[in-house]
């Protein structure tokens, strides 16, 4: 199973970008889809995650700028992020838990500048 992430790309600071992630078949077993992302030098960070069930959750640094949503059709997760920011840059990563497995995708630079 391969995840693919894209979407990436250079924003100015207000701009919005959406981020995608593909999956090269359909998983069983989900237990949750979530981004994350990893600014240079430091750890990290879980920045939403959704239930099969549609349940969004985000961290207070994301919450009402980023939305993610997911098409079961086309095997994709999405990342809606508006009013971006500088500090959200970073490389962002998609990942999905299954009852067997975590598959992680290979990343996707978001840059914002000021």
């Known amino acids: 199973v391969q995840l693919q992430a894209s979407g990436g790309g250079l924003v100015q600071a207000g701009g919005s970008l959406r981020l995608s992630c593909a999956t090269s078949?359909?998983?069983?077993?989900?237990?949750?889809m979530r981004w994350y992302r990893q600014a240079a030098g430091e750890e990290r960070e879980w920045v939403a995650a959704?239930?099969?069930?549609?349940?969004?959750n985000y961290p207070e640094s994301v919450k009402g700028r980023f939305n993610i949503s997911r098409d079961r059709a086309k095997k994709t997760v999405y990342l809606q992020m508006s009013s971006l920011e500088p500090g959200d840059t970073a490389v962002y990563y998609c990942?999905?838990?299954?009852?067997?497995?975590?598959?992680w995708g290979q990343g996707t630079l978001v840059t914002v500048s000021s």
């Open positions: 959704i239930t099969p069930g549609g349940e969004a």
């Open positions: 078949e359909r998983l069983i077993g989900i237990k949750a």
């Open positions: 990942n999905i838990d299954t009852v067997c497995q975590s598959y």
